[in-house]
């Protein structure tokens, strides 16, 4: 079949390798406006924009995708179907009506679970044992389209939502090439969602990241791992934002936010039992580890996180 992918983010390039690697033709690319970025903040190609200028195929970066002159370039391209990876924008109808087969989305849960922007956050967060990836038709009502297929994938005790979306995005590849194989042979055929069990994913933002010390270390443990790499979880210490990377159980009991630091390790309490920090990263400062953090502040112990 004649592709065009829409993919923004890095974690649209294994789809978008392994499309190109399979017998579908890939005679177009969509992806979101030239970005700041680095820290000149000087405009830079999306990774989807960069892989496709390497593979020579056109790109296309709408500001909108209900743009006429994007739409008609779209046409021009007489796609087949559109797969979709991370593209980030919303699809009017008139965009969604152009390929034969229609737009078909990649998305990182086991649908109808987690509808909507986060979904690998959310399902960490909330602490299931198994998410996966779902092919499904894309429709104007968020998430809501008709599926191909899916795959399963257990969430380890340690996934960070980066780790665990990058093993996603590797298997869901597969899943993507797979679901235009099964509509290029007619052997696919989607199926309407359930309307039971439907939950939502929506974005997380810096406020949500914050910890309250005073919530169970279990609850706090997911959080900060569905929060990692973003928008990445914090608290504060004297009055300034303090970045935290995932913590680990610790032995004892401490008030919560209270932090007794060792010469290798700093334990804080939560609302149940404690908690090692593992990186922290101070304003303005890299990353490091929260021993050589509470070393550096000279901390005597009995210091509160906020």
Known sequence: MRVVFAGTPEVALPSLTAIAASPHEVVGVVTRPDAPAGRGRKLAPSPVAE???????????????????????????????????AY?????????????????????SLLPAWRGAAPVQRSLWAGDDVTGATTFRIVEELDAG????????TIRPDDTAGTLLARLAEGGAGLLVATLDGIADGSLEARPQSEDDVSFA?????????????????????????????????TTY?????????????????????????????????????????????????????????????????????
Do not use: Y
């Open 146 to 153: 008709p599926t191909f297929g899916l795959m399963t994938e």
């Open 238 to 306: 004297a009055g300034e934002r303090l970045k935290l990377g995932p913590v680990s159980p610790a032995d004892g009991n401490l008030p919560p936010g209270e932090l007794v630091a060792g010469k290798n390790a700093v334990v804080v309490g939560t609302g149940t039992a404690a908690l090692r920090l593992g990186e922290v990263q101070p304003v303005g400062k890299r990353p490091m580890p929260a021993a050589d953090w509470a070393r550096g502040l000279r901390l005597a112990g009995g210091e509160v996180l906020e």
């Open 51 to 85: 892989a496709a200028a390497a593979l020579g195929v056109p790109v296309l970066k709408p500001v909108h995708p209900r743009e006429p002159d994007f739409q008609a370039a779209l046409r021009e391209l007489a796609p087949d179907v559109c797969p979709v990876v």
């Open 88 to 108: 980030g924008a919303l699809l009017p109808q008139s965009a969604l009506d152009i390929p034969v087969h229609g737009w078909v989305n990649l998305h990182f």
């Open 202 to 234: 929506p974005k997380i933002s810096v406020d949500d990241a914050r910890v309250d010390w005073r919530h169970p270390a279990a609850v706090l443990d997911r959080q900060v791992r569905a929060c990692t790499p973003a928008p990445g979880a914090w």
